[in-house]
């Protein structure tokens, strides 16, 4: 049975623990005088970087800050990267306004085949012939979901049946009886097509799986699809070209503790 988590343990069995990729900023303590700072509060526009999970993130700052009201507007898959807002201290009461508003996403969805997970966690099945697929066909595809639709979310997803995830479930191999939500896409644009491999964008309001729009995208082909990369772009008006890498947040934690350091030497 295909497991939610097997990319990401094949990852770090490889690579390591994910944490250990940002900097060595485990080892910075930071002043009483910058924790007071994001205790206060603070908007944080950050590149979540691939193989880290939203959570991944929150907990790094949270052990480099050590405070403990944190968190993000908006989950990210492993697999995805791009914007991640993280709000600390009294800002964290402005996380459902910005998980409310559209989110943007540009990525890649592979045609021929269908993954459990409906992205790369899982290994690509029931592989189809797509040589009949052409570019207009594709395109008439994807004007199906445009406006209000309802769609299915992934059975390996964080929503919760009685407290607990659906993913958990699905690896129990129980059965899942999954409603349809609405859902609001305001644009999906064929961006470029290299079959297997399309290239899109789109602009969603919240509570969209992409993952999902893939596989449905897939059905409506009759060939089959999965997503094969995601990148967030943007979150209403704020956008991913003003966020910058954990590890760049880490480089700049460190040069102000240096001058907060200097400042109570002199």
Not at 10 to 35: C, F, N, W
Not at 101 to 123: C, N
Not at 212 to 237: F, H, K, P, Q
Request: proline share 3%.
């Amino acid at each position: 049975m295909s497991k939610k988590g097997t990319y990401r343990q094949k990852y770090i069995a490889k690579t390591g623990d994910v944490l250990s990729h940002a900097s060595s900023g485990m080892r910075l303590t930071v002043s009483k005088e910058i924790q007071d700072e994001y205790e206060e509060g603070k908007m944080l526009l950050l590149d979540k970087p691939l193989h880290w999970t939203s959570f991944d993130v929150v907990k790094k700052l949270r052990s480099l800050l050590r405070i403990k009201k944190i968190g993000h507007a908006g989950t990210l898959d492993p697999l995805a990267s791009g914007l991640l807002i993280i709000c600390t201290g009294k800002y964290t009461k402005k996380i459902n306004d910005f998980m409310a508003q559209e989110k943007e996403y540009t990525g890649s969805i592979t045609i021929g085949a269908v993954t459990p997970t409906y992205d790369l966690e899982s290994l690509p099945e029931q592989q189809k012939d797509y040589s009949g697929i052409t570019e207009s066909m594709i395109h008439e595809a994807a004007k199906k979901f445009v406006g209000e639709i309802e769609q299915l979310p992934p059975v390996y997803s964080a929503l919760k049946k009685a407290g607990t995830p659906l993913y958990e479930l699905a690896r129990r191999g129980e059965e899942i009886e999954l409603k349809p939500r609405k859902i609001n896409i305001q644009l999906f644009e064929i961006t470029s097509i290299e079959l297997p491999v399309i290239h899109f964008k789109v602009v969603c309001s919240t509570g969209t799986y992409i993952r999902s729009l893939a596989n449905d995208l897939g059905v409506a082909l009759g060939c089959g699809a999965y997503l094969s990369g995601l990148r967030r772009t943007a979150i209403g008006e704020t956008r991913v070209d003003e966020a910058i890498g954990v590890s760049e947040f880490i480089e700049e934690l460190e040069v102000l503790q240096g001058k907060s350091k200097e400042i109570k030497e002199d």
